[in-house]
């Protein structure tokens, strides 16, 4: 479960005199790409009396054109948003395999989209030598990045700087230090002189304090906190923009929500317009409220949570005993060999050499322990798709009031034994079950595989290879296609007996069969 954090943002500006305001573009609506969802937004915008355009500009990020035709005293912005903090692996993305190891080139078809985020400024002197700096063997395109973006973290110290504008890469480099916004475009000038094309985004920054500290490293914030924030996008094939932020050296995540990416710092401005001369009294606050926190494993319940809890759960329970309502807990329990524990059919795979017969020892021990007199049976269990045949399954059952289903346990084989069963030992059981169930041996029928498509796998099996010997990469379909034609598609699989409880007032409770068309033979409509 996630956190819900709102951020409300107000932006005042207070003039001595009646200004006359130009058209005012506003860009603190959350854009289009953000992966952290937004759940609700609002823009207010005073005083009123104003004309507004909801827009769209030419890189797809919302701005809203506020017009005003009188004079103003003052100039309010107040922005509310709820987002959703849920966490995201920022590396979960495919790179295209012809973009995987830098240095690679944008397909032809995409250059021209992309020529407008590749368009570099001259490299200054200390621009140059940071890039000569920068290793050029050839590296993973998202290690490069991810270092790249390290480099310029751990190359400048950040400082807040309120004097408007940013620095060229130049200034921020000789000075080794600059505001988000200054290393922000200083990474973007690098990665296009690298070749890639990167953006420059603006947006929100959540900061939400740790549940636990750390044990190495810093902890974090010490209070939930927002702010406007830069960090850098970068586009990758197959990946598409990915956020770096130079400030953290870290991949832009759940705590970033863009507002506004555009190829130049210019066009990201949260807010852009002309006033008419006057003294201003500027004022700005944001701040950020968990409006909905969810129990997790770092925040559990509280003791007071805890105690309601069980509470409500002694109120379901008498409910549940009054209304004499039975539960029971089912599920698949799982074990291990204590022997070969890393084998593969203890790890991996369904099924291996070992684990029926370890399976029909552990049921048989559980038999013995708690259903004396149980009857163990041995099916079909669960058929996944893709498989040639269902799962086994040991299933043990019991009377609860002690008497005995089963009173001879050497009639069940063990696995593993040697028993040389054949198919007409498959037969001779059925004559016998329906010579005590009173039945017509006679509506006893032989079971075959499928001619028609077993002959089409053969046929589509190369030249030089035979059933016995088809070199299929899956071992089961090749054990499988090998047994199918050794024992011949004439010869039976086994024997079918159709069975049905018969009740009369006359005759009590007595069985009955019938015969059945064979599965090979022609098909009757009408026949069942």
Known sequence: MSIKAAIHHLTHYKYDRPV????QIIRLRPAPHSRTRVISHSLKVSPGGHFVNHQQDPFGNWQARFVFPEPVTEFKIEVDLVADMTVYNPFDFFVEESADT??????????????????????????????????????RTVDFIVALNA???????????????VQTPEETLGVKSGSCRDSTWLLVQALRHLGFAARFVSGYLIQLKPDLKALDGPSGTEVDFTDLHAWCEVFLPGAGWIGLDPTSGLLAGESHIPLAATPHY??????????????????????????AEHPRITKPFSDEAWEALNALGHKVDAALAAGDVRLTMGGEPTFVSIDDFEAEEWNTAAVGPTKRTLADQLIRRLRDRFAPGGFLHYGQGK??????????????????????????????????????VTTADAQNLLVQIAEDLALDTECILPAFEDPAQWLVKEAN??????????????PEERHR??????????????????VQSWQSQAAGRRWRTEKMASASGPYVPGAG
């Open 20 to 23: 006359t305001l130009g058209p």
């Open 102 to 139: 830098w240095p690679f080139e944008y397909a032809l078809d995409m250059e021209e989209d992309l020529a407008i985020y590749r368009r570099c400024e001259p490299a200054g002197p200390l621009l140059q030598a940071f890039l000569d700096s920068v290793p050029k063997e050839t590296l």
């Open 151 to 165: 480099k310029v973290a751990n190359t400048l110290q950040y400082t807040i700087r309120m004097e408007p504008g």
């Open 266 to 291: 210019r066009s990201a401005a949260p807010i852009s317009g002309r006033a008419s001369f006057a003294e201003v009294d500027f004022s700005f606050d944001m701040s950020v409220t968990r409006v």
């Open 383 to 420: 058929w996944y798709p893709g498989e040639t045949l269902p799962r086994w399954t040991f299933s043990l059952y019991w009377r609860n009031d002690g008497h005995p289903i089963w009173s001879d346990a050497a009639l069940i084989a063990q696995e593993g034994a040697q028993t040389g």
């Open 461 to 474: 099996l190369p030249d030089n290879v035979t059933p016995a010997n088809s070199k299929l990469k899956d």
């Open 481 to 498: 296609l090998a047994t199918v034609f050794n024992r011949g598609l004439t010869n039976p699989s086994g024997f079918v007996l159709p």
